[in-house]
């Protein structure tokens, strides 16, 4: 499975113009200040915002070619996302908002609960599956989120941010979480990030994204050595 993205994206003035290709058994970092237009990246991957020109590939399936006329919606993409602020359903609980992704997918309601709860266990959060998002704290939040990006077991996981809303101290505990199940995951890994420890910690690839513009890829080592 392989990724590649090369894509012009305008919003009002601000404009966001990337290259960069990611492939299967190693994260990828999109880092950067906020308001660089990572998230923007985020949004066109996941098909919530098209590009205006370029491409998005996913396993040799095109997803967006503006040109071509070829926009495939959000729902029909083999991707999970983990957004910045998590986006759980609040009138669902926990389990459900994990089992939501298999049944519109039209999965049977036992495989699909027998699957979620499996996923909350490895996050060790399943004592938390009737909680509604209300009650749960930030760190077992961010794990129904993951979670419910995973149990499809898509092709592309996009994480944005997906430990900014912690505290510094749960931040640290969760971050090796996250980065145990990205190693579990065989698709490609996409992470967004603003915080250099998470992107040097957690990602074998950085792409150093500034005002919208890629200005530097390499690993974690070649990014400090020769930034």
Same mark, same amino acid.
């Given at each position: =499975?392989?990724?590649?993205?090369?894509?012009?994206?305008?919003?009002?003035?601000?404009?966001? @113009?990337?290259?960069?290709?990611?492939?299967? %058994?190693?994260? $990828?970092?999109?880092? %950067?200040?906020?308001?660089?237009?990572?998230?923007?990246?985020?949004?066109?991957?996941?098909?919530? $915002?098209?590009?205006?020109?370029?491409?998005?590939?996913?396993?040799? *399936?095109? !997803?967006?070619?503006?040109?071509?006329?070829?926009?495939?919606? &959000?729902?029909? @993409?083999?991707?999970?996302?983990? /957004?910045?602020?998590?986006?759980?359903?609040?009138?669902?609980?926990?389990?459900?908002?994990?089992? /939501? &992704? !298999?049944?519109?997918?039209?999965?049977?309601?036992?495989?699909?609960?027998? @699957?979620?709860?499996?996923?909350?266990?490895?996050?060790?959060?399943?004592?938390?599956?009737?909680?509604?998002? @209300?009650?749960?704290?930030?760190?077992?939040?961010?794990?129904?989120?993951?979670?419910?990006?995973?149990?499809?077991?898509?092709?592309?996981? !996009?994480?944005?941010?997906?430990?900014?809303?912690?505290?510094? %101290?749960?931040?640290?505990?969760?971050?090796?979480?996250?980065?145990?199940?990205?190693?579990?995951?065989?698709?490609?890994?996409?992470?967004?990030?603003?915080?250099?420890?998470?992107?040097? *910690? =957690?990602?074998?690839?950085?792409?150093?994204?500034?005002?919208?513009?890629? *200005?530097?890829?390499? *690993?974690?080592?070649?990014?400090?050595?020769?930034?």
């Amino acid at each position: =499975m392989t990724l590649s993205v090369d894509v012009a994206i305008r919003r009002g003035r601000f404009a966001v @113009r990337a290259s960069f290709d990611a492939g299967p %058994g190693s994260t $990828t970092a999109l880092l %950067g200040p906020n308001g660089s237009g990572k998230s923007t990246l985020v949004s066109s991957m996941a098909g919530l $915002t098209p590009p205006d020109e370029g491409s998005v590939v996913l396993d040799g *399936t095109v !997803l967006d070619e503006p040109a071509a006329g070829v926009y495939l919606p &959000p729902e029909r @993409r083999p991707i999970g996302v983990v /957004f910045q602020d998590l986006l759980l359903f609040p009138h669902l609980s926990a389990l459900e908002n994990v089992e /939501f &992704p !298999l049944l519109a997918r039209g999965v049977a309601r036992g495989e699909a609960r027998d @699957r979620s709860e499996h996923l909350l266990r490895r996050l060790e959060v399943v004592e938390r599956a009737r909680a509604k998002p @209300r009650d749960l704290s930030g760190g077992e939040a961010q794990r129904v989120a993951l979670a419910r990006a995973l149990v499809a077991e898509p092709r592309l996981l !996009l994480l944005d941010e997906p430990l900014s809303a912690l505290d510094v %101290g749960a931040r640290a505990r969760l971050r090796q979480v996250v980065r145990d199940e990205l190693e579990r995951f065989r698709g490609v890994r996409v992470l967004i990030t603003h915080d250099p420890v998470e992107a040097f *910690t =957690m990602a074998d690839r950085l792409v150093i994204v500034e005002d919208g513009r890629v *200005t530097q890829v390499g *690993t974690p080592e070649e990014i400090r050595s020769a930034p």
